[in-house]
């Protein structure tokens, strides 16, 4: 493992030694005899790792260190120093060495060291690189959808991020439980803390408890060794339970006890541990329904439902299909691609047509799908998937499904059908505004205004 390396020592046979020995090996190397020198160099050119005597002119290895880290924190310091001197190398690591060497040593033995501290700045980067990658998921711009319902959601995801209530998200499956968790997370002071996600419905209850809590070795069969759960994982950040509506009944007092005291026991432990972590909970029901049912308990219900958030189902923003649409193309189609594929007016038509049962997420798969058949670099209705080859997409525009609503806002009603019935004309006429406004009997100036104000058909697929 080869780097860029500089040697700051005012020993002349040291530092010339050292230079052609490391040579040898494969890095690159420069030397300078004095800490104003390697300053310059450090700042004119970039270097893996500097390797630095304490006892230096001009300036002292130690406020050289300070210098460095003050410049860029991600230049790994090797600190050399004399056995007498080890105290001092100590206060190094806290001023941020990465590791010092003690006077005489053989070059082997400086080797070994250069090669961990390359190996740990590798190390770091990936992981900074992988982090990045993470938040950038969670960015608010991937929160789509120009619907009030999205507008709200977001809003309100902006505004408690910074907070520390609990947040419970409700939810259908599919429809971004889980980003939206992210985002609040990844928004917060608690950003560079862990995110820890648990999915409360894929555990049984003996496994979900130690998941959470954690366990003492030989607590049960098969602990072989103590172990960590989640919440302990999470200590600093936050912890996402997904399916909160799934914990058993018993264990929720252990949950509303960490809600509460934030505190709990591993499982066949006696210790008491603390924990800082926010709490961010997910479901799909009603839990005010389970509650009244007896499956889930009332005082944890309102400690969990302090912020709640409601991300509608994708049948009811269908408005959003055209730009979740643009999005997940750009996400799939190759950065190599001169440009997005055109979207034919009847796929667009039949994806507007469809009830997306699985939400977002299943119109993402639909649109991977679709560029994976693309032969042509254009989604067409032969490339999506065969059930939705069969949508009909002359069904009843005005329908609603008013089965499960307790009451209904007339005007969120009117502004409902009036997009259905823009849709409708859209897909007879194929986006011709004229030949809209006439078979709507609306004046053309009229339906443009109503086009912007209802934000309907993105110009990328009108």
């Known amino acids: 493992m080869s780097g860029k390396v500089l040697i700051v020592d005012d ?16 890095y690159h190397v420069k030397s300078v005899d004095n800490a104003l020198d390697g300053l310059k160099m450090v700042k004119s050119e ?10 230096l002119t001009g300036m002292s290895g130690m406020d050289f260190l300070k210098e460095i880290k003050k410049y860029n924190q ?74 009030e319902a999205m507008k709200k959601v977001l809003e309100t995801v902006m505004s408690v991020s910074e907070r520390e209530a609990t947040i419970l998200i409700r939810g259908e499956s599919g429809t971004g439980k889980e980003k939206i968790a992210g985002a609040i997370h990844y928004h917060s002071c608690r950003k560079t803390g862990p ?10 209850r003996e496994i979900l408890e130690s998941e959470l809590f954690g366990h003492e070795k030989g607590a049960f069969t098969g602990a072989i060794k103590t172990r960590r759960g989640r919440f302990e994982l999470a200590n600093g950040g936050s912890i996402f339970l997904d399916d909160v509506d ?6 929720q007092v252990k949950l509303l006890r960490v809600l509460q005291e934030r505190t709990f026991e591993r499982v066949g432990g006696e210790e008491t541990l603390c924990v800082d972590v926010r709490i961010i909970c997910a479901t799909k029901k009603d839990l005010l ?7 889930f308990r009332e005082d944890l219900f309102y400690r969990l439902n302090v912020v709640p958030i409601s991300i509608p189902p994708l049948r009811e923003r ?20 001169d440009a997005l594929p055109d979207v034919s007016q009847e796929a667009f038509n039949v994806l507007l047509a469809y009830d997306w049962p699985g939400n977002v997420r299943e119109l993402e798969n639909v649109v991977e799908h679709a560029i994976a058949f693309s032969k042509s670099k254009g989604i067409s209705l032969e490339t999506l998937p065969e059930y939705l080859r069969k949508v009909d997409i002359h069904k009843d525009l005005l329908s609603m499904d ?29 986006g011709n505004q004229v030949k809209m406004a006439e078979i709507l009997g609306i004046p053309r100036t009229t339906l443009r205004n109503r086009l912007v104000k209802l934000q309907l058909f993105d110009k990328s697929l009108s």
Request: include cysteine; charged fraction near 30%; aromatic fraction near 8%.
């Open 11 to 26: 020993e002349k046979l040291m530092r010339i030694s050292l230079e052609s020995q490391l040579k040898k090996e494969g």
């Open 46 to 55: 970039e270097y893996d790792v500097v390797v630095t005597d304490l006892r």
């Open 74 to 147: 991600e230049i790994i310091v090797v600190i050399m120093t004399a056995y007498g001197t080890l105290e001092s190398a100590v206060l190094a690591i806290k001023e941020g060495a990465h590791d010092y060497i003690a006077k005489p040593f053989s070059t082997d033995e400086l080797i070994i060291k250069l090669q961990r501290a390359l190996h740990y700045r590798n190390t770091a980067a990936e992981v900074n690189r992988l982090r990045g990658e993470i938040q950038a998921e969670f960015e608010f711009c991937n929160i789509v959808g120009n619907s």
């Open 195 to 204: 995110f820890i996600r648990v999915s409360c419905a894929a555990l049984n």
């Open 246 to 251: 799934d914990i058993p009944l018993d264990m």
């Open 289 to 295: 329904e389970r509650v009244k049912e007896g499956g």
């Open 318 to 337: 269908k408005e959003d299909i055209p730009l979740l649409i643009n999005y997940f193309l750009k996400k799939f189609v190759s950065q190599y691609e």
């Open 402 to 430: 008013l089965y499960n609503k307790q009451a209904i806002s007339l005007q969120d009603a009117l502004t409902e059908v009036e997009k259905k019935l823009i849709q409708w004309a859209h897909q007879k006429t194929n």
